[in-house]
């Protein structure tokens, strides 16, 4: 007889990365869906940095999983069973059953997907939370106008990715911040950013290097303590002439100051996620906080499922792009559901490309 | 024959506070107005923080006062000669004509204002330029809703004076930081405020005594790296009871960080001055920048003379509420402008109790 196997949080991390010692995977009977659920064979499971603050015991924006709970994720599978008639057997279905390899839900928790438009796992990156997250930071809370110049960390990842392509299609210059020269390449040749900053090496990826040991802000600078990295600061001056008038922020720490330094008067920033931060053992203390002040910024925080209303318009909006080829992605998909600990662990160090997801069946 | 005095700046300040020695006294003839213009006889100069930045070569929102120029600043007084049909001779104006006790100005840098409503150097504060502002920051940027609970920095000065009674105005929780048992006094009992921490004392001063060596918020919080003014921090919670939902952000560093951290989601904070850092010769990290994230904070600078448009409007609202009795204020005034630079340097230090002024004759 067919088991279920999950995942469930086995001991709070330490500061720091989680190791694979804080997760441990169990057999289970495969739950029977009640009235009004439906039963789900899961097919991907997505692995998502904001998984990293929920292991964590301390407040954040959502509850903690508990220890000996099942880890929470984003789904999408195949409904083996339905109590509920919006859905029949052999629907396919987007939804947040965790890490393990059936589950149920209420019908009003999961949302039908169409395998016509795109292969299922899509509806976890460029069709899902993480499209749908760069279309509300950037579209909704950032505004930025044609000519101007958007710059995203992360940017080969599920979130940043959508986020230039969206800039691209408003007519901006986009800018990425990836590490290492194959991120880089595929940011702007694939998905065709202006130009991308490889931060581990601070090299421009279309082929200029950066200066290095330029201070032309003279004494005020930041630069003046020494501590910011140089070469990105040049780097970023560099592939951003005109200065940054729109941020969307993935990273925090050091990268953070860096941008926040170059910024345009009235210039915005979504802040959509601090993944530095979330497995720093010290928290990183941002000095560039007066240029908010300085060129009247506006620095606003947003969780996706906060903003549940913009979703039909969001998703509307971005499959009609995907459609028409404008929007591009990547995965990067671990197979089998004992692989994703290590995959979760690896993504938080950056060893992904492109959406982080884990292949059940 | 009498003679133009004027104040300009002698040399650059090192990081940190001014010294005199960075001002320098100068006679100058009377100027002259060209056609178009007017004379004014200076009554009061207005101090404020903004002019430390200009007394720096960096880059800010304004250009730096050049060494030998006259120091910027707000001015009321009389015109004493017209060559514009606007004004005539004995017209109270306000404007910017610096620290000197004559200047000229084109008629359409100058405002008519009107003694019968207020003394002329409220011109300078509640009905000026501070006034001004705390309604941009307030009224246009936080908006806060009736219930809701509004802080503010420096809340006995002149632009937090106002910002705690708006909050007043505006059906608000209103509560003031400030330094010293009579400037709160001041900002509870003759203001309206309905608490005001002292943060010299760590104390509130309506009576409570603020908790101490309580960490309600677990090993996450900031305070487990014993960075933070706990008694801040504690009496901001007693005082806020139900999280602060407003912050007015008048002075950065460590209380900037200790705000962030009980704000309530959806929280605005409007960055309208960071007066403990004008000065700080090590730039301050702010450590809880992730509030901005996980709290969805929307957290926005502001420089009034971006927002002219509002000013008709906002002067037409203070005004009324001023003459309603709403809007009460205290002037700190110096005699004479050698006394200038002294006073400046005090303001800076936080030795002025609200709005402080310099008068001319």
Same mark, same amino acid.
């Given at each position: 007889m067919a088991v279920n196997h999950r995942i469930v949080l086995a001991s709070r991390p330490a500061p720091g990365l989680p190791v694979?010692?804080?997760?441990?995977?169990?057999?289970?009977?495969?739950? $029977?869906?009640?009235?009004? &659920?439906v039963q789900v064979r899961v097919h991907y499971l997505s692995l998502d940095p904001y998984m990293r603050g929920r292991m964590d015991a301390a407040k954040s924006y959502a509850k903690p999983v508990e220890i000996g709970e099942v880890m929470v994720g984003g789904t999408v599978g195949e409904v083996t069973e339905s109590r509920h008639p919006k859905f029949a057997k052999g629907d396919f279905v987007?939804? /947040?059953?965790? !890490?393990?390899?059936?589950? *149920? $839900?209420?019908?009003?928790? @999961?949302?039908?997907? +169409?395998? &016509? %438009?795109?292969?299922? /796992?899509?509806?976890?990156?460029?069709l899902g939370m993480p499209g749908i997250t760069? !279309?509300?930071?950037? =579209? +909704?809370?950032? &505004?930025?106008r044609a000519g101007e110049t958007v710059v995203v960390s992360a940017a080969s990842g599920a979130?940043?990715? @959508? @986020?230039?392509? =969206?800039?691209?299609? #408003?007519?901006?210059?986009?800018?990425?911040?990836?590490?290492?020269?194959?991120?880089?390449?595929?940011?702007?040749?694939?998905?065709?950013?202006?130009?991308c900053i490889d931060y581990k090496a601070g090299r421009l990826r279309d082929g200029q290097v950066a200066p290095r040991n330029m201070n032309p802000e003279g004494?005020?600078?930041?630069?003046?303590?020494? #501590?910011?990295? =140089? *070469?990105? /600061?040049?780097? =970023?001056?560099?592939a951003a002439p005109n200065g940054i008038d729109v941020y969307?922020?993935?990273?925090?720490?050091?990268? %953070? +100051?860096?941008?926040?330094?170059?910024?345009?008067?009235?210039?915005?920033?979504a802040v959509c996620g601090m993944i530095s931060q979330y497995n720093a053992s010290e928290i990183y203390?941002?000095?560039?906080?007066? /240029?908010?002040?300085?060129?009247?910024?506006?620095?606003?925080?947003?969780?996706v499922s906060d903003r549940m209303e913009l979703w039909p318009k969001a998703l509307a909006e971005l499959g009609g792009w995907f459609r028409e080829g404008k929007l591009k992605y990547r995965e990067s998909v671990a197979q089998g559901l004992e692989a994703a600990p290590r995959a979760f662990i690896g993504m938080l160090r950056g060893e992904n490309f492109g959406k982080q997801l884990v292949r059940l069946v």
């Open positions: 694979p010692e804080n997760f441990r995977i169990e057999e289970a009977p495969i739950p $029977a869906p009640a009235e009004g &659920q987007a939804g /947040s059953l965790g !890490w393990q390899e059936w589950g *149920v $839900a209420d019908a009003r928790a @999961v949302t039908k997907i +169409d395998p &016509q %438009l795109a292969p299922i /796992s899509a509806y976890l990156g460029t760069a !279309w509300v930071g950037l =579209l +909704d809370i950032a &505004q930025p979130v940043g990715s @959508v @986020v230039g392509q =969206l800039a691209k299609i #408003r007519g901006c210059r986009a800018v990425g911040i990836a590490g290492g020269k194959a991120k880089c390449d595929y940011v702007v040749h694939e998905l065709g950013f202006d130009v004494p005020d600078s930041g630069e003046r303590e020494g #501590r910011y990295p =140089l *070469v990105l /600061s040049d780097a =970023l001056k560099a969307f922020e993935n990273v925090g720490g050091e990268t %953070l +100051d860096t941008v926040l330094r170059l910024m345009n008067p009235f210039g915005r920033v203390g941002v000095r560039e906080f007066r /240029s908010i002040l300085v060129n009247r910024l506006r620095v606003q925080g947003f969780i």
